[in-house]
């Protein structure tokens, strides 16, 4: 990952014209074959909101890579705003096809983006949901016919806005957001009909104390409590977890009625503890005789924000990539982010090459079912 914030933007060039052009929605073959034969100026409509979105971006110094799809699915639009992207492949056919969204996404999370921005409606949202899932954050620019899913920005400046904050260091949570899409041939029969799709994850604006408010402050012992039940309920059967120091971690453990260690690293499978106090070379023998996969839970130095290399050195490298950089585990109040002021978590492992792979956006579990999205550096990059 990268220092900074990998943005993968597909756009579906159709979107919204079957609107003007009253077909109540923009799937389907006659609308491609109507596009080919419209004026440029008339096929500009998603790309303007594109446009419209990323005017935010493009005021920004740095902070931002972008990833796109040839012509209109984004790089005429990207160019135009004389933003530097790289180009990963191009569609099959004018105006693009749902064939073409799910490839460019599938090509998009190929290249490690960080968030996947693209302009639609609910139909684009589905086929991209059908790649990604739930594991990459994904952000819709409203540009659409019909648009029921919680998936969109209000507005494509509200999606601008959003980007900005990220790349500013502000809080920004993540959620599961409903996909949702509608039958067209019974909407173009007055026939509204719509079904649960899926959920992807979606960044919204940041807002302190979702969850748990103590007169008007976020109460660190209650947040610690909801990380922990959260933890707890989610945790995979024949999964080892190696829980950090801390006292946000040392919730998981008293949730879990185990002891804890409150200043080492603790490894635990099943509900059982298999070693206290860890050093690096009990855990990687602990990680050889695990049977199935394992995860490291750490939690953030306050003030300092460091995430590796300071009072947890027994994560060492090797620790690390045995248990593998998708299997880290951030937990952390967001009152203890929201005082870094915008400064990113650091890592500092003594092998500037894992620092690398360890910089740029991961998602920090803040709470009861409540993450957000932040950026992780080493000290020469914040």
């Given at each position: 990952m990268s220092a900074i914030l990998h943005i993968g933007l597909i756009v579906n060039p159709l979107a919204g014209l079957g609107g003007s052009l009253g077909l109540k929605g923009s799937d389907g073959a006659e609308l491609r074959e109507r596009f080919a034969r419209l004026e440029p100026a008339q096929r500009h409509r998603a790309l303007d909101r594109v446009q419209r979105a990323l005017g935010a971006i493009a005021r920004l110094e740095q902070g931002v890579r972008i990833t796109t799809w040839g012509g209109t699915?984004?790089?005429?639009?990207?160019?135009?705003?004389?933003?530097?992207?790289?180009?990963?492949?191009?569609?099959?056919?004018?105006?693009?096809?749902?064939?073409?969204?799910?490839?460019?996404?599938?090509?998009?999370?190929?290249?490690?983006?960080?968030?996947?921005?693209?302009?639609?409606?609910?139909?684009?949202?589905?086929?991209?949901?059908?790649?990604?899932?739930?594991?990459?954050?994904?952000?819709?620019?409203?540009?659409?016919?019909?648009?029921?899913?919680?998936?969109?920005?209000?507005?494509?400046?509200?999606?601008?806005?959003?980007?900005?904050?990220?790349?500013?260091?502000?809080?920004?949570?993540?959620?599961?957001?409903?996909?949702?899409?509608?039958?067209?041939?019974?909407?173009?029969?007055?026939?509204?009909?719509?079904?649960?799709?899926?959920?992807?994850?979606?960044?919204?604006?940041?807002?302190?104390?979702?969850?748990?408010?103590?007169?008007?402050?976020?109460?660190?012992?209650?947040?610690?409590?909801?990380?922990?039940?959260?933890?707890?309920?989610?945790?995979?059967?024949?999964?080892?977890?190696?829980?950090?120091?801390?006292?946000?971690?040392a919730a998981i453990m008293a949730r879990l009625g185990l002891p804890n260690t409150l200043l080492g690293v603790d490894v635990i499978r099943d509900g059982q503890v298999l070693a206290t106090d860890a050093d690096e070379a009990s855990l990687l023998a602990q990680l050889e005789q695990a049977p199935g996969d394992s995860s490291i839970v750490v939690t953030v130095i306050g003030g300092q924000g460091n995430l590796f290399g300071r009072g947890n050195q027994q994560f060492s490298p090797a620790v690390i990539r045995r248990v593998g950089l998708d299997n880290i585990m951030i937990v952390a109040a967001k009152s203890k982010i929201a005082a870094l002021e915008g400064r990113p978590l650091l890592v500092d492992t003594n092998d500037p090459a894992l620092d690398a792979e360890l910089c740029g956006w991961r998602t920090v579990i803040t709470g009861y079912d409540d993450r957000i999205l932040y950026r992780v550096a080493t000290g020469v990059q914040g």
């Open positions: 699915m984004g790089a005429e639009v990207v160019q135009a705003l004389d933003l530097p992207c790289e180009i990963a492949g191009s569609a099959d056919a004018a105006g693009s096809s749902a064939a073409d969204t799910r490839r460019a996404a599938r090509a998009l999370v190929e290249r490690g983006v960080d968030l996947i921005l693209f302009a639609g409606g609910d139909g684009t949202a589905r086929d991209i949901y059908d790649v990604v899932g739930a594991t990459v954050p994904v952000l819709g620019i409203p540009a659409g016919v019909k648009m029921h899913s919680g998936v969109f920005a209000v507005s494509p400046e509200a999606a601008g806005e959003l980007l900005v904050q990220l790349v500013r260091g502000g809080l920004v949570g993540l959620t599961l957001r409903e996909v949702r899409d509608i039958d067209e041939e019974a909407f173009r029969h007055d026939v509204v009909r719509s079904r649960f799709y899926g959920e992807m994850l979606v960044p919204g604006e940041g807002r302190y104390l979702q969850h748990t408010k103590v007169g008007g402050r976020e109460s660190p012992d209650l947040v610690a409590d909801d990380i922990a039940d959260w933890l707890a309920e989610h945790m995979e059967p024949g999964r080892t977890y190696l829980i950090g120091p801390g006292s946000t971690t």
